[in-house]
Each structure stands twice: as C-alpha cells, then as structure tokens.
C-alpha cells in the first residue's frame, strides 16, 4: 500500500502567519490523487482539496494545494484563528485509500 | 444540502457483532459510490471500504477483510456495515462518507468501542 509520511507533526505558528503543510508517498500516486482534509476537535474530517491544488466548494482561497506524483503540499496563506486544527492528506489514486498520520497546526 | 448521519455505533465485547448504518439526503445516492472509514483514539483516519452505486464493486482493508461487510439500499438512500469478530483494535469513530474519488462529506461519526 502507498504510505504518505506528513511533515512536520506539528506546526506551532500566530495568526496571520503562513503556513506550509507536506505530504510524501512511498510510491507515485496515480493521476497526482491527493486531498487535503481540516479536523478541528470533536468533529468529521472537513475536505479542503482534492487533486492536489483544487480547492473544494466554500473553501477560503488563503488554502491552495500543489503536488506531483509523489509530494504534495497544503498552504495557508494566512492564519485565521479557526484554521488552527489537524490536517490530513489522503491518496485515492490507489486502493487501498490511505492517510498520512497529520500535522497539527496549533497557535504559538 | 447533502446530510450523512452515522447510526449503530456502542460498546460490543471482544468477538462481538454489530451493524453501522448511514442515512443519507440531499443528493441522487444512487449515483455515488459510498465508503466507511474509521478513526482510532489519537490516530489519522483508516480507510475501511467502499462500495459501488450497484453494489457490484466492493473493497475492504485487509485489517477488515473476512469480518466486515459493507451493503447499500438505494431506495433507502442509505449504507450499512455489518461488523463481526471485533477485537480492541476496532475500536475507533466509523464515519461514512461520499465517494468522489476524494471523500466528501463525511458524516459525524458513530463510536464503535470493543472492549470487555
């Protein structure tokens, strides 16, 4: 199975600051098929981005997504205090769908 | 707007059964494929399976395969998954999500806790 490792764990950063999220597979990932997911706490994964740089429906455009076949990358160009949450990268290029382990982004 | 809502979920002993559902709204269900994915204590979220809009493609994990079950009804707009020989490990939020290639939305979740 494709194993995306997500760097850094956590990410300690003050509103208004930028924040730059990565996502690698072990293996190329078919079409570039990655998605960026938000999880604040107590709550279901939010979609952010899908195939790599789309930004889903009513996301801010302060979240943009790059990526090739092997690393993808979420940025937030400026911090919001509701945007301090865990973030998920997934690939759904190849079954079976994996998750990378996420990166907390919490306020310094 | 599109409304997923997760049911079924409790505390189950060690080898026990139990059968998730998730209603569904606000869009043709029958046109989407549908998928469980699960969420341990701490832990990035598991996918666990899918399933075709007629059913005649499904996929497990390998963690699950043999034990779990996934189903739909169209004409109920919703999606099952009949869980069986559940062990601690299995514990976790199981959330239902629609497929688009990517998953969205995702539903709240139902707490699956296995434990003695």
């Known amino acids: 199975e494709i194993v995306l490792t997500q760097s850094p764990g956590t990410l300690s950063l003050s509103p208004g600051e930028r924040a730059t999220l990565s996502c690698r597979a072990n293996?190329?990932?078919?079409?570039?098929?990655f998605a960026w997911y938000q999880q604040k706490a107590g709550q279901s994964p939010q979609l952010l981005i899908h195939?790599?740089?789309r930004r889903a429906t009513g996301i801010p455009d302060r979240f943009s997504g790059s990526g090739s076949w092997r690393d993808c990358t979420l940025t937030i160009s400026r911090l919001e205090p509701e945007d301090f949450a865990v973030y998920y990268c997934?690939?759904?290029?190849?079954?079976?769908?994996?998750f990378g382990q996420g990166t907390k982004v919490e306020m310094k | 707007q599109v409304q997923l809502v997760e049911s079924g979920g409790g505390l189950v002993k060690p080898g026990g059964s139990l059968r998730l559902s998730c209603e569904t709204s606000?869009?043709?269900?029958?046109?989407?494929?549908m998928s469980w994915i699960r969420q341990a204590p701490g832990k990035g979220p598991e996918w666990v399976s899918y399933?075709?809009?007629?059913?005649?493609?499904?996929s497990y994990a390998d963690s699950v395969k043999g034990r779990f079950t996934i189903s739909r009804d169209n004409a109920k707009s919703s999606v099952f998954l009949q869980m069986s020989s559940l062990t601690a490990e299995d514990t976790a939020v199981y959330y239902c999500?629609?497929?688009?290639?990517?998953?969205?939305?995702w539903g709240q979740g139902t707490l699956v806790t296995v434990s003695s």
């Open positions: 997934q690939q759904y290029g190849t079954s079976p769908w994996t």
């Open positions: 293996q190329s990932v078919t079409n570039g098929d």
């Open positions: 195939g790599a740089s």
């Open positions: 606000g869009f043709t269900f029958s046109d989407f494929y």
């Open positions: 999500a629609r497929v688009r290639g990517f998953l969205d939305p």
């Open positions: 399933i075709s809009s007629t059913s005649s493609t499904i």
